[in-house]
Nanobody, 124 residues
Framework: QVQLVESGGGLVQAGGSLRLSCAAS????????MGWFRQAPGKEREFVAA????????YYADSVKGRFTISRDNAKNTVYLQMNSLKPEDTAVYYC?????????????????WGQGTQVTVSS
């Protein structure tokens, strides 16, 4: 079992940047595919980005491609989401998720573990 704790959210102006972190407990973090999802008020939770256990494969939603970068440091049991050129429509609660698998799913129902979320608000 793994526990996830997100941090790094906040209020930023449009065009600005934030880096989210997700710290995982447990000794087998490097066995987990990791994903970032977000949920805006009144909307369903949607896929943002995902990374394979090794960090060698990354995937992005079209809406964030070229602006967001997912990465991980297995020595620190942490996955990151660097968010640049932020837009008001990026405003949401951001969640990290984990699945012990080689595959890197993009569906929210495929992940087993979730953090509590961190709020990102982008002002115009």
């Amino acid at each position: 079992q793994v526990q996830l704790v997100e941090s790094g959210g906040g209020l930023v102006q449009a065009g600005g940047s934030l880096r989210l972190s997700c710290a995982a407990s447990g000794r087998t973090f490097s066995s987990y595919a990791m994903g970032w999802f977000r949920q805006a008020p009144g909307k369903e939770r949607e896929f943002v980005a995902a990374i394979s256990w090794s960090g060698g494969n990354t995937y992005y939603a079209d809406s964030v491609k070229g602006r967001f970068t997912i990465s991980r440091d297995n020595a620190k049991n942490t996955v990151y989401l660097q968010m640049n050129s932020l837009k008001p429509e990026d405003t949401a609660v951001y969640y990290c998720a984990a699945l012990r698998a080689i595959v890197v799913p993009q569906g929210r129902d495929e992940y087993d573990y979730w953090g509590q979320g961190t709020q990102v608000t982008v002002s115009s």
